[in-house]
């Protein structure tokens, strides 16, 4: 029986790879296109059009993170690296836009530069985070059990 677990799910895992190589090269080759309808010789649009292309790539950018989330910790890591990787970008890609970001927000450029936060620190801040919400829960329930208990009729 093992043995059928173990084809089904190399089966399942191949039919995995392909897809999405497939669709990541879609994918890729989708945005290219959205980025050439930003060449103004070519097209007209304005900053509506704009807001309108950002605001809907970002929200199925965020919607595939959470959909492969398996927990509010891999969540976190998602989000952490993406940001890593977005302000890596500015530096090398435009370094005025991300010399503004830094003045304003400095701990941008530790994230980026120095890549302070290893995985494992990353993980270890994570858990102490989610250890220090339950303590919090804990705490609440508690506090909700003092209040006197009113029923409403």
Known sequence: MSSNLNKTYDARRERFLKAKKRRLEKATETLETLRKLSIKSNHAYTEEDVEEIISKLTEEF???????????????????EAERQHYSYLSENDPELY??????????????ENDP??????????????????ILDIKLEELQRMLPNEKYD
């Open 62 to 80: 965020y919607k595939v993170i959470h959909s492969f989330s398996i927990s509010p910790t891999k969540t976190l890591n998602y989000y952490l």
């Open 99 to 112: 010399s503004l970001i830094t003045s304003q927000v400095p701990h941008i450029e530790n994230l980026v």
């Open 117 to 134: 936060i290893s995985k494992k620190d990353l993980d270890s801040l994570t858990m102490n985070l989610m250890e220090r919400m339950k």
